[in-house]
C-alpha cells in the first residue's frame, strides 16, 4: 500500500525552464509535507516544507504547492539549473501524531535538466 | 566531520550472520532515525528514539532486526540471521526534535549491505 506516489519516474527539463515534480497521497491523516533531494552516493538532504494549514510555500528558485482537497502536492523549481538534476522525493507525515521524523517516502523522480 | 556519519559504508555477508551497522548522529540532536531503502524505491522507516529512549519500532520487518541508543548518542541497528530479501541501503537520519522542529532530518550516506 503505497500511501505516498510519485507517478513520473524521471523528467527532463531544459536549463532556464520550469521543472514540476508531482506527488499523490492517500492518508488524510497526514499534515506536513515535504521535499527532499538526493545526488548519488550522497544521503538525501532537505530541500523544502509545507504544512497542511498552508497551500503554498516559496524559498529562493523552489514552490512547494499542496491540494489538500486533491491530496496532491508538487515541486515548481524555476528558473531549472544543471545543478537541480537528481533525485527527487516527495515525504509526508502525520504530526499531529507522534514524529516530525516519521516520515513515508514517495518512489522518488529523477529530474534531469539539460544545458 | 559535522555530519551524520554511518559505518560501515558496504557490507558483504553471508546468509545467516549476523550483522551490526552504526549510526552517530550530528551532536546535539534528539531524535534519531532509521530507514531502510531499496533500489529505486524512497527510503521506509524502520525506528526512531528520541534520547536512548525506541519511540517507535513499528517499521522493523520482524524480529530479527533491532536497534538500540544506550547513551542517547550513537545508535545500532542489528540484523541476526541475515537473509537475501535484508540487502538493501541502509540510512540513518538525525534531527533536533520534537517540539519546534521542522520536521528536517539530516541522513547520512548509508550503509549498503549485500547478503549472499
Known amino acids: 500500500d503505497q500511501q505516498v506516489k510519485q507517478n513520473s519516474p524521471s523528467l527532463s527539463v531544459q536549463e532556464g525552464r520550469i521543472s514540476i515534480l508531482n506527488c499523490d497521497y492517500t492518508?488524510?491523516?497526514?499534515?506536513?509535507f515535504l521535499w527532499y533531494k538526493k545526488y548519488p552516493a550522497e544521503g538525501p538532504t532537505f530541500l523544502i516544507s509545507?504544512?497542511?494549514?498552508?497551500d503554498k510555500n516559496e524559498d529562493g528558485r523552489f514552490t512547494v504547492f499542496l491540494n489538500k482537497s486533491a491530496k496532491h502536492l508538487s515541486l515548481h523549481i524555476v528558473p531549472s539549473q544543471p545543478g537541480d538534476s537528481a533525485v527527487y522525493f516527495c515525504?509526508?507525515?502525520?504530526?499531529?501524531?507522534?514524529?516530525?521524523?516519521?516520515?513515508?517516502f514517495g518512489q522518488g523522480t529523477i529530474l534531469t535538466v539539460h544545458p | 566531520g559535522a555530519g551524520v556519519s554511518q559505518s560501515p559504508r558496504y557490507k558483504v555477508t553471508k546468509r545467516g550472520q549476523d550483522v551490526a551497522l552504526r549510526c552517530d548522529p550530528i551532536?546535539?540532536?534528539?531524535?534519531l532515525y532509521w530507514y531502510r531503502q531499496a533500489l529505486g524505491q524512497g527510503p521506509e522507516f524502520l525506528t526512531y528514539?528520541?534520547?536512548?529512549?525506541?519511540?517507535?519500532k513499528s517499521g522493523l520487518p520482524n524480529d530479527r532486526f533491532s536497534a538500540e541508543r544506550p547513551e542517547g548518542s550513537i545508535s545500532t541497528l542489528t540484523i541476526q540471521r541475515t537473509e537475501q530479501r535484508d540487502s538493501a541501503m541502509y540510512r540513518c537520519?538525525?534531527?533536533?526534535?520534537?517540539?519546534?522542529?521542522?520536521?528536517?532530518?539530516?541522513f547520512g550516506e548509508g550503509s549498503r549491505l549485500t547478503v549472499l
Open positions: 537520519a538525525s534531527s533536533l526534535g520534537v517540539a519546534g522542529g521542522s520536521g528536517e532530518l539530516f
Open positions: 492518508n488524510s491523516m497526514f499534515d506536513y
Open positions: 509545507i504544512s497542511s494549514i498552508k
Open positions: 515525504a509526508a507525515s502525520a504530526v499531529g501524531g507522534t514524529s516530525y521524523g516519521k516520515l513515508t
Open positions: 551532536s546535539g540532536h534528539v531524535s
Open positions: 528514539f528520541n534520547y536512548e529512549a525506541q519511540q517507535d
